[in-house]
Nanobody
């Protein structure tokens, strides 16, 4: 089973995107979930995480610009990304936190460029 991230695309600096994740995870509401990203030539890093009761933590690089949320009834997770910067360009993935290796999907490409 892989988690399916979607909603990426090409956006200009300062623009917004909303990513979605279909998480076919057993006992979804009990899992801490997260959004990860991997930019060109970089390692995959966690940018935001959310507990089952929606307490969120953000990496300093996205704090104040990104908002993570989840819908436990639908096994869905979201990432609202505002004020996007070129350095946000990456493939974005969703997974549990800590990560579960067999849950990695294809991710969704976000490109921030004018």
């Amino acid at each position: 089973v892989q988690l399916q991230a979607s909603g990426g695309g090409l956006v200009q600096p300062g623009g917004s995107l909303r990513l979605s994740c279909i998480a076919s995870v057993r006992r979804f509401s009990f899992n801490v979930m997260g959004w990860f990203r991997q930019g060109p030539g970089n390692q995959r890093v966690l940018v935001a995480s959310i507990t089952g009761d929606s307490n969120a933590i953000y990496a300093d690089s996205v704090k104040g610009r990104f908002t993570i949320s989840r819908d436990n009834a639908k096994n869905m997770m979201y990432l609202q990304m505002n004020s996007l910067k070129p350095e946000d360009t990456a493939v974005y993935y969703c997974n549990t936190v800590p990560q579960t290796d067999w849950y990695w999907g294809q991710g969704t490409q976000v490109t921030v460029s004018s």
